[in-house]
């Protein structure tokens, strides 16, 4: 525990005094923690030592997708959505279910995997995580609705997806109706506790009886994140559901209470999630990652390759889409640490492919942070300063200007959002 503890602590400095240079060149945060936990890791130093059934590794996976969940959830408030959801909703409402079918596809027939399997490591593999393609996301210089779509559709679909995970894994494990009942009460329970206790909590707050100093603002949010954990542990509810649920439910009804959580909240977020991923870096030992076989890797680059981007590219058919912001969606669909847990979580499961199929999802996933965090600040260079911003996310652009310098493509753009 010493180890990792100091691990962390000095990969957390070096990336703090390299922050500034990652974000302009391809240096990545996450592949920093990803590469220094694999070179810590048995395999490589011994210096981190650690098994994917201890509880170090499940808890903090656990604790970090809850953090993770809770807040993404904060970024998929009904207003949010509301104010520019055809882009997204193209995105969550084609391309997610696109992706799985497909990458269920590659499984079945590249790795051999029964039908079930494949659409269980699918459903693992399907979300999203702009974390790794943070220069994209974080650019002023990318369109804005380009920027929208992204953040929209990785915050929403590490909880969409998870109903999928359960169920295919359930169905993996050769769970009859009684345990597949039991997993439709666990959702349902941590639906009600997400919605439940924010809610709770913004009315009361909204009393005589009660108000919060500006000092404390911020940790509103946390208490009742931590209140729904405690709860979701105590009545076995699902504890992912319940913390997407509460994070939508604090967005939808208190603006306020997600103002002063959001710059908190993600940094807490944010260390969880680099600190799980030092750990799953050092489980990747150089034994591990041959185990994953020469299929494994066609499958994994395959997933990346082909998957999303012909799913985003059937789901963003005459959307309205310039031919650059359609290829940097496409691209970005790095895996992200809801991959990382779901991935451990079938490991856990001990369905006879458990091990295989973390494997693939490992291999998937390293891939993936190396390519998508190590291109995002070129694609990101590639679009021009001036690029047209539509007059729903900027209420001072020129219009005149936009209309004058691209005429035809604006009205377009405005009709497809």
């Known amino acids: 525990m010493t180890a990792l503890l100091t691990a962390f602590a000095a990969l957390l400095l070096l990336a703090v005094l390299l922050s500034s240079l990652a974000h302009r060149t391809v240096l990545s945060t996450a ?13 490589v130093t011994g210096v981190v030592a650690v098994e994917p059934g201890e509880g170090i590794v499940s808890g903090l996976a ?3 997708l809850f953090a993770v969940l809770f807040t993404d959830g904060m970024h998929a408030g009904w207003k949010d959505l509301r104010s520019a959801w055809r882009l997204p909703g193209r995105a969550l409402g084609w391309g997610l279910p696109l992706t799985l079918v497909v990458t269920a596809v590659l499984a079945r027939y590249v790795v051999g995997l029964g039908w079930t399997e494949s659409l269980l490591i699918a459903a693992v593999l399907t979300p999203t995580d ?8 974080g650019n002023d210089r990318v369109p804005p609705r380009l920027r929208h779509l992204l953040n929209v ?22 769970s009859g109706d009684l345990r597949l009942g039991e997993l439709g009460s666990e959702l349902a329970v941590g639906l009600a506790i997400g919605v439940a ?14 108000a919060i100093s500006a000092k404390y603002e911020p940790l509103n949010a946390v208490a009742i994140g931590l209140l729904v954990l405690a709860l979701g542990k105590a009545t076995h509810g699902n504890l992912f559901l319940a913390a997407f649920a509460a994070g939508i439910t604090v967005a939808t009804i208190g603006d306020r209470h997600r103002e002063a959580f959001t710059e908190f909240g993600e940094l807490v977020a944010e260390l969880l999630k680099l600190a799980a991923l030092l750990v799953f870096g050092a489980l990747l030992t150089p034994a591990f990652l041959g185990d994953v076989g020469w299929r494994g890797w066609v499958f994994a680059v395959l997933a990346l390759v082909v ?9 963003f058919w005459r959307s309205g889409l310039s031919v650059r912001e359609q290829g940097a969606v496409m691209w970005f669909g790095p895996k992200g640490f809801a991959s990382v847990v779901y991935g451990l979580l079938v490991l856990e499961s001990g369905i006879g492919a458990a ?4 494997h693939l999802v490992a291999a998937t996933i390293v891939l993936s942070i190396l390519a998508h965090s190590s291109t995002d600040i ?3 260079r590639g679009f021009d300063e001036e690029h047209e911003v539509p007059a729903w996310f900027d209420p001072m652009l020129d219009r005149a200007r936009s209309l004058r310098r691209r005429p035809a493509a604006s009205a377009d753009d405005d009709h497809s959002l």
Do not use: K
């Not at 702009?130 to 996301?137: E, G, I, K, R, T």
């Not at 091990?355 to 973390?358: A, C, E, L, N, V």
């Open 307 to 315: 998957a999303r981007p012909v799913a985003i590219w059937v789901s």
């Open 378 to 380: 070129v694609v990101a």
């Open 355 to 358: 091990d295989q199929i973390f």
């Open 153 to 174: 559709e990785s915050g929403v679909n590490d909880g969409l997806i998870l109903p999928f995970v359960v169920l295919f894994l359930a169905v993996a494990q050769g």
């Open 62 to 64: 656990e604790l970090a």
């Open 130 to 137: 702009p974390v790794f393609a943070a220069a994209l996301v």
């Open 31 to 43: 592949a920093l923690f990803l590469v220094g936990g694999f070179v810590l890791g048995d395999g």
């Open 197 to 210: 206790v924010p809610w709770t909590a913004i009315m009361l707050e909204r009393t005589r009886l009660f």
